[in-house]
């Protein structure tokens, strides 16, 4: 059985980061809806830091899914060389352009699962765009999102889609795609993967892990 944190306990939790946090977006810079499904494609396995410096030069010279899909996959290669796996990234995104063009006239499409047709499109990059672009209620599960919900006990799962799945339980759809944002800056800034900054955690009286903690240290 789920040891799972109450939903009025998860919502608790979330007002606390909610005030701690305030309003937080992505950090992923871009302008459409295009530019976003391209920067979060980009964005697995490499930092929000990393694919703005290559972006921010990249989207200047290619602003469309025809500019993207014109290109061999060793062309773009040699603009995205600043994250990881470029080679795999450059073939995914050449390929979900000329699918944008052939089968969505060149837009975004809105419903998770065409997206998540899309060649490099996963269930939290489908779950990202439709979220920050057409404001639908989602919770895309990234490892922050997955280490800190897990640690806390809003999740008690050990694979992604099983921790979506408890969170879209204990926490109230409203707060699905905020929730999201707030539990990746808790990630980045108090509950990293080595050393989580416990002791200066707003919400450590709530959290599983420090209990673990202080019962071992006790």
């Not at 929730?179 to 800056?185: P, R, Y």
């Given at each position: 059985m789920k040891n799972l944190k109450s939903s009025q306990q998860?919502?608790?939790?979330?007002m606390i980061l909610k005030d701690t946090y305030d309003k937080p977006q992505t950090v992923l810079n871009y302008n459409n809806p295009f530019e976003l499904l391209i920067a979060v494609i980009m964005s697995a396995q490499t930092t929000d830091k990393q694919v703005n410096n290559v972006t921010k030069d990249l989207f200047k010279k290619f602003k469309t899914p025809q500019d993207f899909a014109s290109l061999e996959p060793e062309e773009l290669e040699e603009h995205i060389k600043g994250?990881?796996?470029y080679r795999n990234k450059s073939k995914y995104i050449v390929k979900a352009c000329q699918m944008l063009i052939d089968e969505y006239g060149g837009q975004v499409p809105k419903e998770r699962k065409e997206l998540m047709e899309l060649p490099?499109?996963?269930?939290?990059?489908?779950?990202v765009v439709t979220s920050i672009i057409f404001g639908k209620d989602a919770i895309a599960v990234d490892t922050h999102v997955f280490r800190v919900s897990n640690r806390i006990g809003l999740a008690d799962s050990e694979n992604v889609r099983e921790t979506e799945e408890d969170l879209m339980e204990v926490i109230p759809q409203k707060l699905w795609s905020p929730?999201?944002?707030?539990?990746?800056?808790h990630g980045r800034n108090i509950c990293k993967a080595r050393r989580p900054k416990c002791l200066e955690c707003p919400?450590?009286?709530?959290?599983n892990y420090y209990q673990q903690l202080e019962q071992k240290e006790g």
């Open positions: 998860a919502e608790e939790i979330l994250i990881g796996l490099g499109v996963g269930r939290k990059t489908a779950n929730a999201h944002h707030w539990l990746i800056f919400v450590k009286d709530y959290c």
